[in-house]
């Protein structure tokens, strides 16, 4: 049977209290409300992709969401249906994937989350025969997110903000920036969007949001900036690495450099490109997920990026780095150091001290230019070529 799906709204203190309840371990394989429950999430299931197709990316459910309190999710992955029940994280290899995701439980709202990014899972099927299931990337993703429900957490429990860390995104609420509002906004002008480099769209709610983010972070890109119009030549070319809110890219364009954007965020880059169009900034935006250099065939004066690379293990890094020495005469970035101490760390930085970033990139055998402590010493602004 096709059940309605049971939502929660994140401003209400009532709501389905079966949400955020540790569901039942199914024992009895053959009784009528276990029977039921899989029936139901199948048919729930298979209506969703089918009235939603791929727009919502329906992939996955579980029992509590349609008022079931037993442990069994139904998850499609590739052409193949998975009745998860009981199912326990067996194994995990401690690396972890940044996801967006969506829940039909919190239908407006998405979220970039992390997970295991490779698991094997423990699970009863149908039947009652106990399997395991090795996943791995996108699919390890959304077995957590629907093993996440069967423990009563909703995906704002793995947000370092919760609730506050969700986001609207921009196909679900087109007041964004579109039409007349766009028009209304732009006035604002191009100078009031210079700002440090942020990492989604889901930071902002909307454009006024953005201007001010960005008139806060003012002072702190001056810096930043000088150092790249220092050591970059006039008219030279520049690449920004993941500068997804492109305000540096576009900023740099205006000052007459061949920049190339690279924004993770399509929502953002879309955004981006608007603004540097009607501010008649000529650049180039290119969507890849940061840090991933490959798809790069041509070579810049200099590549810059901020607040990217802390995320990096040592390992992980310097080959970045590496990479890009090939791609570009100079990499200039910005780093928190251990010193850091403020609300928009993620979680995942691997902080380091000034001292320790030199020798590491000393060791590698980098030239340091620059090496320079901003912010108090809470942030190093660093050149190598
Ligand atoms: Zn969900």
Redesign the pocket.
Known sequence: MIKEILTYDIESNDNPPILRQKLQEVTDFNDEKTISCIQDLNDTLDDLIEKEGNKRGAI???SC?IGYDLAISAVTLGTTRYVFINPKLLEENGKRRLFRI?????YKYRAMVYYNDDVLIGYADENGNQKTLRLQGDQSCVVQ??M??LNGD??FERLEHKEKDLFVPREANKTFVSGEDFETKRKLGLNEILSTPVYYSSLFNDYTDYVKFCEKEKEENKEFLELIRNKTPENGTITGICDDSGALSILLAKEGFKVTCIQSDGDMLELSKAIAAQNKVSLSFLQSSFIDLSSFNESFDTIFSAHILERLEDEKLLDSLKQGTRFSKKLIFLVPTIEYEGDTLRGDEHLRSISEWEALLKDAGFNIETLKPIDEGRSALISIS
């Open positions: 996955g459910l579980s969401q969506g829940c039909f439980s919190l997110h629907e996440d429900h909703l995906l």
